[in-house]
């Protein structure tokens, strides 16, 4: 089906692991986004890519890496996971931020014991 | 540094009422401001999309208004239903990689 996914839909790891979020989107869209939405802090952005092969920081980037080799897809890896990263990732695609709307996934919850 | 607030942060109304949602921000150097809608559990769902030229846009019950000068955006909902009880965000956009999210407003509709 046409839209945008997100796997896993829930992770459990431990300190110190290596996790890899993907996100996958069937528009063709440019642009990509990763997001993580904390309690009382809201919605913040962590990495975004205007293309294959692009990719820029966001306002909270630490411990974060991304690539984008195609298109369509858009993995976020946490290096080395730590207790302050357990929150829920949402990835979105569209075109340009804030002139095309931006179509969201249905999010990772990430807990790190 | 952009901060963006919605207030309140929980709304509760009876069916049928016309309600307005705030979004104010600090920085009046935007190019546009989105409304998101976000379910329990799940992703956001686009709503509105206003470019900084607009100063407001319509879509079926919903109409949001832009102020860039006094940074204020409104969505009104209007004649309001149960399935519209969710948490609403607003969106303000400075540049590709700005963009600054209001906590939101919890709304609920009673039957």
């Known amino acids: 089906d046409a839209g945008i996914t997100q796997s896993p839909r829930y992770k459990i790891t431990e300190t110190g692991r290596q996790v890899t979020l993907m996100c996958h989107q069937t528009w063709s869209h440019s642009y990509m986004f990763w997001y993580r939405q904390d309690l009382g802090h809201g919605l913040r952005l962590i990495y975004y890519s205007a293309a294959a092969d692009i990719t820029d920081k966001g306002e909270v980037p630490d411990g974060y890496v991304v690539s984008r080799s195609k298109t369509e897809n858009f993995p976020l890896t946490l290096e080395s996971a730590t207790r302050s990263q357990t929150s829920v990732y949402f990835c979105?695609?569209?075109?340009?931020?804030?002139?095309?709307?931006?179509?969201f996934g249905p999010g990772t919850r990430l807990l790190v014991l | 540094k952009q901060e963006v607030t919605q207030i309140p942060a929980a709304l509760s109304v009876p069916e049928g009422e016309n309600l307005v949602l705030n979004c104010s921000f600090t920085?009046?150097?935007?190019?546009?401001l989105q409304w998101f809608r976000q379910d329990p559990g799940k992703g956001l769902t686009s709503l509105l999309l206003i470019q900084s030229s607009q100063r407001e846009q319509t879509s079926g019950r919903l109409n949001a208004s832009l102020d860039k000068s006094s940074g204020r955006s409104t969505l009104y909902i209007a004649a309001s239903q149960p399935g519209d009880s969710a948490t609403y965000l607003c969106a303000v956009y400075s540049s590709a990689s700005k963009i600054i999210f209001g906590s939101g407003t919890r709304l609920s509709i009673r039957p």
């Open positions: 920085d009046s150097a935007i190019y546009n």
């Open positions: 979105a695609s569209g075109g340009l931020a804030g002139v095309e709307t931006q179509y």
